[in-house]
Structure formats: structure tokens, C-alpha cells
């Protein structure tokens, strides 16, 4: 989950990779550090964010044109200034930024502390490079070499990038399980766990597969296979964001730019795929596995965190609207046990970063088992979207907050064009039916942005929440899954212990924790479970709770009875959750503003989840 950057050209190499640190921060911010090349080799690292290695380095005059850069997400070692990277090897020739877990470091430790090395930090990385200057002295080989060959003796996850004093016009990067991204400019390369630390400085970009490895230098780019060195042709892609999309653009924090971008988000995902008028979905990658879904037996959904929740609501919709059998899975969970898997299953696997270790994985467990995987992931070139046999780009656009907000209504969203497409493909949906649900979908960016007018009145609720320790969040149906997005988001960011509950199950347990210092949030719709809704909120409300309600315009019993009332839109059922959800995330983004938490990165959490 670590980001790294990397430069090597004719620019001043440290703004680079500066300027790339902080657009990867929110993939880990424990530490930071850079290594460049100006004769020799410099090493600057700091405990912390990217701002206190900054003003350590403060006024010292760096000239470079090599360097590599990293901000951490702690996996070996507590983050501090020794365990930070980069690191550098014994012998102080090689330097090394790495993002993944090395899993037999112990054993290649004890195999280097028999040879003498010594070790400074508790970090696998910095065994990893020592090991890499230990084959190179054993074998007599060159840099790159020296790496493939103890990348054969690693069992792990990686993706590094290291460079040489003794080579100093050379970077060599490799991945495996990890992202890597080659930038391509003019005579000059970038590298970077994604491709936001160089978007303003080139489009042109290759993809690192898994298993390949990289040499660059002034004489281009070589990229070869680790397992057998064998040269692989690279593709060059052409990035399609920019830098406005990963900037703040006035808001306070990326998370409030996202919750506001939900309307334009929602709509790039409809668009060119939902038609009203002749009752179709087009979209290629389901026309690609068309044979395959008809045949399906039932459909599988894999995810983590907030996609897993977009795949119970994903559940509801598609058994609702195609009558097909969903089960849904953490990704965590499906990959270690023995999951029966056959031919005739379809496996979705969700993830906004398309490089969810534990969903990549069950991924290739899916596959082995000869299940059709398809892909819901946000960004392009991505590793899942790579290893799925079909897909969707849910068209979101870059999201930099780590508590995922608009990933959530573009995956849902992307679900239910599923939904629609399954159900009238198998005659479970009437032309009728599915025009009805897909104009409400229309609707639903309009009704979004009416409720981003909310603002203001969910801060002021806000208030009476943010000194809470505990709350719960109810939902029955389809809005059960919103429930516990709900409390996966004040968890998130405000650190408030939140639990979320299927309404119906309060009584089963939780009710007990209800007094009047406890906080219930209840999603309760206008919908087929709207009267059970009411009757849970007047258990919570005999027990003296704190009631806040998401409910329908002018509902005046649950507005009796509640401390405080946000009231959305009507839609149909099936597509509440695109709009319950929005007053838990602004609610959840309030209190951890008054809490003074950081909202777009979290202690202990990151972005994307590249390890296990």
C-alpha cells in the first residue's frame, strides 16, 4: 500500500519526486523518504508525512537527475525514521523503495546475518536489498542481474525500484502483486505506483505486468520476464486523466470534492450504456461474456471494505431484478478457504483501485476453477481490470480520500445496469419494467446534487454527534448494506466505534447497548419496509436513544420521533441506496471535522490495499 515515484532524465529530479510523493500520499503516510544520485548517493528520510520530510531536507540545495522516492503505509516495522524508506544496502552501493511484503525474509535475514551483514531497520526491505548485493557479489553479475536473480528466491509481494552509485545513469524496477508504472517522456522516465505522480509531465505510460522487471537508462527502456529473462514487447498507453482531477478544486479535503462529484460521477457511468427508449444496457463487456451469463448457475461477488457493501447492495438488486442466485464474499475470507467453484459461476470482482491484493487473488482462484470472471474496477490499466475476462470502468474518475465516497454510488450503480441487463435478457424483466427502473436511474444524479443542499443541516447534526464513542446505523432490505457503509465511514475518519445492523436484528442483541448517550442512525426510505422501520425506531426511541433518521419528504411520524431528520428524494426501492447513502457520508465527513480528525487520510489506513 506504500507509493513509490521514481525519475530518471535531464529534469532536477527532487521537485519530481516531491511533487509525486505528495499525489501518492494517500497510499501510506507513516513515513517518507527519497534517494538521489549526484555523484553519490543521498538519502533523505523522515517519520511522518511528506510536509516533515520536506522541511527536514528545508533549504539544503539538491541537484540530481536520478532518484527515487517512497511514502509508507507500516507493514514490517513501526514507523519511524529508521524503518522509513529508502534503504540502502551494506556495502552503501545500492539503494532500494519497495512497496509489498516479503514473506521468507526471516530465513534470507538468517542467511545474511551468517555472512555478516548487519541490519539497522526492523523493515523486510531492507533484507530484500542487502540479499540483492549478495547475489551480486556471489554471482559477479551486473545490477539487474543481480536482481532478477534474488527476485527468483523471493516468496512475497513486490514492487521495487533500485539504483546504483556504481551505475549511475540505471534504475531497475520490477513488480509482482504490486502496481508499477513506467511514465515515457521525452529521453526521461518516470515510475510510479499509479500514474498521478507524472500526469502533468507525460500521457505516454507503461504498464507493468506481473513477473516482468524493467531496466531503464538513457539508451530507453529494456523490460524483460524475472522468472526467465526472456524480453517482453511493452504496450504504450495513453493516460486519460489529468491534473484537475486529482486536485482539491477549493474543497477543504478530497473527501468533500468527491461526495460533491457524485452527481457528474453517477452520470459518466450511465452514460453511452443505459438506454430508456428501446429498454437496453450496452455494455461491451457484458456483450463479451453474454454466452457465459446465460448459462450462469449463479453469480459469485468478491470485494473488500466499501466494495464488498457495494456488492450486498449489488445482491439485493440482481436476485430483485433477474431472479438469479447472488452470494457475496470478502475477498479475504473466498481466497483461503475451499470455495466451491464451477464453470457455469460468473465471479464479479469489485474494487476501486483495481489492485486489491486479496480480490486479485481470489481473482486467479476463480479463474484456475474455470469461473468467468468479471471486473467492476475505477481505474485504467489497472491489474484487475488486466486479469478479469471481461469488465466495467465505473468512470469515477480519480479518488484520493481514502474512505471511499463516489466509488460507491458508481459501483452500485454499475451493478444495477447489471441487474437490468441480466433481468431482461432472461425474460424476468418487462420492457415496461426495465424503462420504469432505468429512468429513475436517470434521475438519480438530479436527485443527488438537490441533496448535496443538505449540506449545511447534516453539519448542524453533526453537532450533536461528534462526542459520541458509539453509535449504531439500522437499515432492513436494500438499504441493510447502507447501514453498514454507514458505520465503516464514521469509523473511518472519525474513529468512533460504529456498528451497523440489519434493523430487524437490533432486538437480537444490540438494543442493549441502547441508552441515552448511544446514537442510532436508521435508514428508513418510503418502501415495502418502511412501517417495520418506524416500529424499530419507537423500540429505539422507549429505550431513550439518540434517533437520526434518512427518510422520505414529509414524513411526519419518523420526524416525531427523531432527533434529527435528513429527508431525500423519492426513487423506486431498488435504487435507494444511491441516495441514503449521500447523508452518511457528509454526516460521517461533519463529525470527523469536529473531532479535528484528518479526513482524507486516516491513522493506520490506506488507499489501496496492495498487501494482504
Not at 76 to 99: F, K, M, Q, T
Not at 537 to 560: F, L, N, P
Amino acid at each position: 500500500m506504500c507509493g513509490i515515484v521514481g525519475y530518471l532524465g535531464k529534469k532536477d529530479a527532487y521537485p519530481v519526486l516531491i511533487n509525486g510523493l505528495r499525489r501518492l500520499e494517500y497510499r501510506g503516510y507513516d513515513s517518507s523518504g527519497i534517494a538521489l544520485y549526484n555523484g553519490d548517493l543521498e538519502v533523505h528520510k523522515s517519520k511522518g508525512k511528506v510536509d516533515d520530510l520536506e522541511n527536514l531536507i528545508g533549504e539544503k540545495k539538491i541537484s540530481a537527475k536520478m532518484g527515487i522516492g517512497h511514502t509508507r503505509w507500516a507493514t514490517h516495522g513501526e514507523p519511524n525514521n529508521v524503518n522509513a524508506h529508502p534503504h540502502v544496502s551494506n556495502n552503501g552501493d545500492l539503494v532500494i523503495v519497495h512497496n509489498g511484503i516479503i514473506e521468507n525474509c526471516n530465513s534470507l535475514k538468517q542467511l545474511l546475518l551468517d555472512k555478516n551483514y548487519s541490519f539497522k531497520s526492523e523493515t523486510d526491505t531492507e533484507i530484500l536489498i542487502n540479499f540483492i548485493e549478495y547475489v551480486q557479489a556471489e554471482e559477479k553479475v551486473s545490477l539487474d542481474q543481480a536482481i532478477r536473480l534474488a527476485l527468483n528466491e523471493v516468496i512475497g509481494a513486490f514492487a521495487i525500484a533500485v539504483i546504483s552509485k556504481k551505475e549511475p545513469s540505471l534504475m531497475v524496477v520490477a513488480r509482482l502483486g504490486s502496481p508499477l508504472v513506467l511514465g515515457i517522456g521525452n529521453g526521461e522516465f518516470f515510475i510510479g505506483s499509479d500514474a498521478t505522480p507524472f500526469i502533468d509531465l507525460t500521457k505516454k505510460v507503461i504498464y507493468l505486468e506481473d513477473g516482468e522487471m524493467a531496466v531503464l537508462s538513457n539508451n530507453g527502456v529494456s523490460i524483460r520476464t524475472i522468472e526467465s529473462d526472456e524480453p517482453i514487447d511493452a504496450v504504450i498507453h495513453k493516460l486519460q486523466i489529468d491534473l484537475n482531477s486529482i486536485e482539491k478544486g477549493g474543497y477543504n479535503h478530497f473527501m468533500l470534492k468527491e461526495i460533491f462529484e457524485q452527481p457528474t460521477s453517477i452520470l459518466n457511468t450511465i452514460r453511452g450504456r443505459l438506454f430508456v427508449s428501446n429498454a437496453q444496457i450496452r455494455m461491451a463487456g457484458l456483450d463479451k461474456i453474454s454466452e457465459k451469463l446465460e448459462k450462469a448457475n449463479r453469480i459469485l461477488i468478491i470485494g473488500c471494505g466499501t466494495s464488498w457493501h457495494a456488492g450486498l447492495v449489488g445482491e439485493y438488486i440482481i436476485e430483485d431484478l433477474a431472479r438469479l442466485p447472488v452470494e457475496v464474499e470478502y475477498a479475504s475470507e473466498f481466497r483461503y478457504r475451499n470455495p466451491i467453484i464451477s464453470s457455469d459461476d460468473i465471479v464479479i470482482a469489485i474494487s476501486q483501485s483495481g489492485e486489491t491484493a486479496d480480490t486479485l487473488a481470489a481473482i486467479k482462484m476463480a479463474k484456475e476453477a474455470g469461473a468467468c470472471v468479471f471486473g467492476i474496477c475505477n481505474v485504467v490499466g489497472s491489474s484487475i481490470a488486466r486479469e478479469s475476462h471481461a469488465g466495467a470502468f465505473t468512470h469515477a474518475g480519480p479518488e484520493i480520500g481514502v474512505a471511499s465516497t463516489k466509488a460507491f454510488t458508481a459501483q452500485v450503480t454499475v451493478l444495477a445496469m447489471i441487474a437490468l441487463y441480466l433481468g431482461r435478457g432472461n425474460g424476468n424483466l418487462s420492457k415496461d419494467k426495465f424503462q420504469e427502473i432505468a429512468k429513475e436511474i436517470e434521475l438519480i444524479p438530479a436527485k443527488i446534487l438537490s441533496m448535496l443542499d443538505l449540506d449545511d443541516k447534516i453539519q448542524t447534526i453533526a453537532k450533536s454527534l461528534y462526542k459520541s464513542n458509539n453509535a449504531l446505523f439500522l437499515g432492513r432490505g436494500f438499504n441493510f448494506p447502507v447501514a453498514l457503509e454507514g458505520a465503516l465511514k464514521l469509523k473511518e475518519i472519525s474513529y468512533i466505534h460504529a456498528e451497523g445492523y440489519p434493523a430487524a436484528e437490533m432486538k437480537h442483541g444490540p438494543i442493549a447497548l441502547i441508552d441515552e448517550n448511544m446514537p442510532v442512525i436508521v435508514v428508513a426510505p418510503r418502501g415495502d419496509m418502511f412501517k417495520k422501520l418506524v416500529s424499530n425506531i419507537q423500540e429505539v426511541k422507549a429505550r431513550k436513544g439518540i434517533v437520526i433518521s434518512i427518510t422520505g419528504y414529509g414524513e411526519s411520524e419518523v420526524k416525531s420521533l427523531s432527533d434529527g431528520v435528513i429527508e431525500i428524494p423519492e426513487t423506486l426501492d431498488c435504487l435507494t441506496p444511491l441516495l441514503t447513502t449521500i447523508p452518511l457520508q457528509l454526516l460521517s465527513y461533519h463529525v470527523a471535522v469536529q473531532r479535528d480528525c484528518n479526513v482524507d487520510q486516516p491513522r493506520n489506513l490506506a488507499k489501496s490495499v496492495t498487501v494482504e
